[in-house]
């Protein structure tokens, strides 16, 4: 028996990828020993009409908007967030539900910063070396 857990598999779905000539080549797609789990948060282009998933295989968490839960999605973040933003609250800190800010990690990215230069340097020297 094999058991793949394909995560984030909602991410690409190309016919020329790696992953669909994985998952769909036929020695796994017909075996009768291989199961694939395919997580995503986001499946919607995984149960197309055209889905090898039968309904009965497919679970769907939160279908319900009046259902009670704990889960929060991308939308309650951005929701919550433009609220706190609005009323003037520093999006720099971290606040339960909301998306955060990070300015330290942007200028650190940034192409002009210390650590950029840094590891442009870093890899000019290995790739140096490697000549």
């Known amino acids: 028996l094999f058991f793949i857990v394909h995560d984030e598999a909602h991410y690409a779905p190309l016919h020329n990828s790696l992953v669909n000539e994985f998952i769909n080549h036929s020695k796994i797609a017909s075996s009768e020993n291989v199961i694939l789990l395919q997580v995503s948060a986001t499946p919607y282009c995984l149960v197309t009409e055209n889905t090898r998933v039968p309904r009965e295989n497919q679970l769907n968490w939160f279908t319900d908007?009046?259902?009670e839960s704990n889960y929060i999605g991308i939308q309650d973040f951005v929701d919550n967030s433009i609220k706190l933003e609005?009323?003037?609250?520093?999006?720099e800190t971290l606040?339960?539900?909301t998306?955060?800010?990070d300015s330290t990690f942007e200028f650190g990215i940034d192409g002009q910063s210390k650590l950029e230069r840094k590891l442009k340097d870093m890899y000019k020297k290995c790739n140096q070396r490697k000549k």
Do not use: P, V
């Open 86 to 91: 609005s009323n003037g609250a520093n999006l």
């Open 99 to 101: 998306m955060t800010e």
């Open 65 to 67: 908007k009046n259902e």
């Open 95 to 97: 606040i339960s539900g």
